[in-house]
């Protein structure tokens, strides 16, 4: 992957919507030898698909919980069947394997902390192996973005 394709990624993060014809002009290349670059990106899975970005509070999902998840014991098969388990409940968007005091911080959305509540009794409670749930709220935004920083010179 070079600088070009690094180009074409940065402008689909910002508008995955962009013709061929618009990428092709934002990146500064003819329209033929972007869309190769562009099914490249593709094939090789560099590109792993397109998707809207939706607000949750419209959606119906306001409350963003970032929830730290210790496990008793780390053996392979208790944390295959702790992943195993998370990758199947749909209120988890995101987990993460952590260094530190917790194993693992997911990133739930829920419609009210009653919701919240079900979801830590009847999903994340019957998971065998959890040591210790920990739970902050996020109350506002401050930034998110889809466009990965640039590299560094030296780094390409």
Known sequence: MDDKDRQILSALQKDGRLSNQDLSEKVNLSPSPCLRRLRMLE??????????IVDEEAYGLP????????????GREQVAAFEDAIKGVDAILDCYVMTGSADYLLRVLVASLRDYEHFVREQLHPIPGIASIDTSFAYGMVKRSTVYPALPRETL
């Open 63 to 74: 409350v963003t919980a970032f929830v730290r998840v210790r496990l008793e014991r780390h």
């Open 43 to 52: 094939e090789s899975n560099i590109i792993r698909g397109y998707t809207a």
